[in-house]
């Protein structure tokens, strides 16, 4: 009898083992990773999405709160979302982990980056667009920046603007955005030392390529480039008119850049 109940207590324990190690290995995989119709011969040669570039937004929404509910809310039309939501007082919320990528980007690319939120890190930055930024949200910013580009090695350069990877279709972070603080701690890209003249046949249609933007609507091209590196917001984004139109104005002149522009793209492209 003892042998018997000796025999049951091993059953017992070899019964709640196996147990433990299909558990453990359905741990290891997220519900609806898995097919049941496979067995789980799991590989090590794989990797987690890796962002290599970061995307600044503004909210439009005034308020952290109101900015959080938009951000989070499954039942919209077009569902968004942001990886960080800072607010003006250099508050700084967390919405979706580093690996996974958030619905913040949309349609749009940047050099030969093409699906943006697949790609890189969205930060929503409380503003209306129609205001300063606060010193302590751009130096929680400057933090935040120098945290992501460390864990991740994302080039400090890799640090965009909404507009910048969505021409004539975005304007955030606006024309009062300090890219030139940013710059000064060491993110982004923006023009160093004196601007000069470029020599007689310097291309800045090419040099807006070579920065990153895309050139099929020039106007838009010009007009984001305009708000990041001048702060101007001209008002002309390139799409009051149809796409047929677009491509027929875009292809019987180019618009005129000035002289400032010119001088930014030269020294911007020197720098590359």
């Not at 207590?9 to 097919?35: D, N, T």
């Not at 789980?40 to 290599?52: D, F, I, M, Q």
């Amino acid at each position: 009898m003892p042998l018997f109940n000796h025999n049951k207590s091993m059953l017992r324990l070899g019964v709640i083992a196996l147990a433990g190690v299909l558990l453990a290995g359905c741990a290891s995989m997220p519900a609806g990773q898995r097919s049941a119709l496979a067995e789980w011969k799991p590989s090590p040669n794989h990797a987690l999405r890796k962002p290599s570039i970061i995307v600044l937004h503004y909210t439009v929404e005034d308020t952290l709160d109101g900015s959080h509910d938009i951000l989070s809310d499954p039942k919209r039309k077009h569902p968004v979302s942001s990886h960080y939501l800072l607010d003006r007082d250099g508050r700084l919320l967390q919405l979706v982990p580093d690996h996974l990528a958030a619905w913040h980007a949309g349609v749009g690319n940047w050099g030969a980056m093409r699906d943006l939120n697949q790609t890189s890190i969205g930060i929503e930055i409380v503003n209306t667009g129609s205001e300063p930024f606060p010193d302590a949200q751009i130096d929680a910013l400057i933090a935040l920046l120098g945290d992501l580009t460390t864990r991740h090695d994302i080039p400090r350069s890799q640090v965009i603007g909404h507009a910048d990877l969505a021409p004539g279709r975005k304007i955030d972070p606006g024309q009062f955005f300090p890219w030139k603080k940013l710059a000064d701690a060491g993110f982004g890209i923006w023009p160093q030392g004196e601007l000069i003249d470029p020599p007689p046949g310097f291309d800045p249609w090419m040099a807006l390529r070579v920065i990153g933007y895309r050139i099929d609507n020039p106007r838009a091209a010009l007009h984001s480039f305009r708000l990041r590196f001048r702060g101007i917001d001209d008002g002309d984004r390139g799409t009051e008119k149809s796409a047929s139109n677009i491509a027929q104005e875009n292809a019987q002149a180019l618009p005129a850049l000035q002289p400032e522009d010119l001088r930014i793209l030269y020294a911007l492209t020197r720098q590359q």
